[in-house]
Each structure stands twice: as structure tokens, then as C-alpha cells.
């Protein structure tokens, strides 16, 4: 079945750097990519959707700057938290829809903690 | 206000109790989708619902799609403590465009 690989699944780091989170569809190819952001004990909030080849749509309220898609391939997509600060810290999931069944596949969640 | 409303938000109950999940919009959806996630891990797919009056079954898990497309269901029979879990419904409004989740309702199933 479609598989979708994330990671770092943990990532620490400092206030002010940057991380980058990486999301691969490993058996299919993905030309759009969706990129979530969950807080504890809350569903899945969409943050953009990812365009291969293409710049990225965000939703409203998610600053564009902030957080940097990239999706260079039909099988790769990131994500950069620029300039973190502690209120950046959640769990980050991406997903991608593999035509072949009726559904999205999401990664396993990549954890940020910005200390 | 979310585009899908889902209930209840938590359900606590013994093991071998029913429940049922419910998924409510005002919005009519290509498809719906039910995931179960774990702690610290990405939503898992369990059934996709396309068709307006749709039932579908897994094991113990009962589907069902409204005939207006607007609603869904999720129904566990004789609940297992490994039935534990964030259950999610989200919908596809234009077919594989976008998915809206809804709240989500967190599952606890006491042995």
C-alpha cells in the first residue's frame, strides 16, 4: 500500500534556528502534498498544500514566511520552521494522496520542541 | 466553528460496550474518511465512504454514509481495550483536493 515517510519524528532545537522536515511518498508519486499541524489532545489543522513544481497555497492565518514548502520532486516535499520560538512547538504531520485508493496516507509525525 | 462537527469529544467505557461515533456537516462531501490515530504517531486510514447510504464493515467497525452525503457514522461493537484511540472523520470536497477533519472523538476502553 501507499506508503508516506516523515522525518525527523523528534527535533529539538534552539529559539531563532531553523529545522526542516522532510515528507516522501515512497511507492507512488505525490504532485500535491499536505502539510498539518496538531496541538495535544486536538484534531488535525491543514497548514498548506504542497504543489510540486509550484508554490504552495497556505490557509488562512498560517504565515507563508514563517513556515517554508518546498517540493522540488514528485516524491519529496518540506517543510521549514524558520526562526522557531517555543510557541512553534507541536506535532507536525504531512500526508499525500496515492490515486491508487480512496484515501490519504500521512506520515508519522514529526514532534517539534523549540527550547 | 469546524466544517465537520463530531461527537461526542470523549467516550470512556468497559470493554465488550458498543459506541457509536458521529460526523455532522452542513456541507455535502465527494467522500468521507475515517482515521484512528495513536499517541505520538500520523492518522491511519480505516475506510473511505463514497456513496450516499453507504455501509461498510471492518470486523467490529460498522461505516455508514448519509444518503445526503452530509454525514457519517462510526459504530464499535463489543469495544476492545486496543480500540484506545483518536478517531477522526474528514472529509473530501473536491475529490482529493482537500480533507476537512473533524474534531475528533478520543476513545479510552477500560479492560
Known amino acids: 500500500g501507499a506508503v508516506v515517510s516523515q522525518h525527523p519524528s523528534r527535533v529539538i532545537c534552539k529559539s531563532g534556528t531553523s529545522v526542516k522536515i522532510e515528507c516522501r511518498s515512497l511507492?507512488?508519486?505525490?504532485?500535491?502534498m499536505f502539510w498539518y499541524r496538531q496541538f495535544p489532545k486536538q484534531s488535525l489543522m491543514l497548514m498548506a498544500t504542497s504543489n510540486e513544481g509550484s508554490k504552495a497555497t497556505y490557509e488562512q492565518g498560517v504565515e507563508k514566511d514563517k513556515f517554508l514548502i518546498n517540493h522540488a520532486s514528485l516524491t519529496l516535499s518540506t517543510l521549514t520552521v524558520t526562526s522557531a520560538h517555543p510557541e512553534d512547538s507541536s506535532f507536525y504531520i504531512c500526508s499525500a494522496r496515492d490515486m491508487r485508493v480512496q484515501g490519504y496516507t500521512f506520515g508519522s509525525g514529526t514532534r517539534l520542541t523549540v527550547v | 466553528t469546524q466544517l465537520l462537527e463530531q461527537s461526542p469529544q470523549f467516550l470512556s467505557i468497559q470493554e465488550g460496550e458498543n459506541l457509536t461515533v458521529y460526523c455532522n456537516s452542513s456541507s455535502v462531501f465527494s467522500s468521507l474518511q475515517w482515521y484512528r490515530q495513536e499517541p505520538g504517531e500520523g492518522p491511519v486510514l480505516l475506510v473511505t465512504?463514497?456513496?450516499?447510504?453507504e455501509v461498510k464493515k471492518l470486523k467490529r467497525l460498522t461505516f455508514q454514509f448519509g444518503d445526503a452525503r452530509k454525514d457519517s457514522s462510526l459504530h464499535i461493537t463489543a469495544a476492545q481495550p486496543g480500540d484506545t484511540g483518536l478517531y477522526l472523520c474528514?472529509?473530501?470536497?473536491?475529490?482529493?483536493?482537500?480533507?476537512?477533519f473533524g474534531g475528533g472523538t478520543r476513545l479510552m476502553v477500560k479492560p
Open positions: 511507492d507512488f508519486q505525490a504532485t500535491t
Open positions: 474528514a472529509g473530501d470536497r473536491n475529490a482529493g483536493n482537500m480533507l476537512t
Open positions: 465512504v463514497v456513496t450516499g447510504g
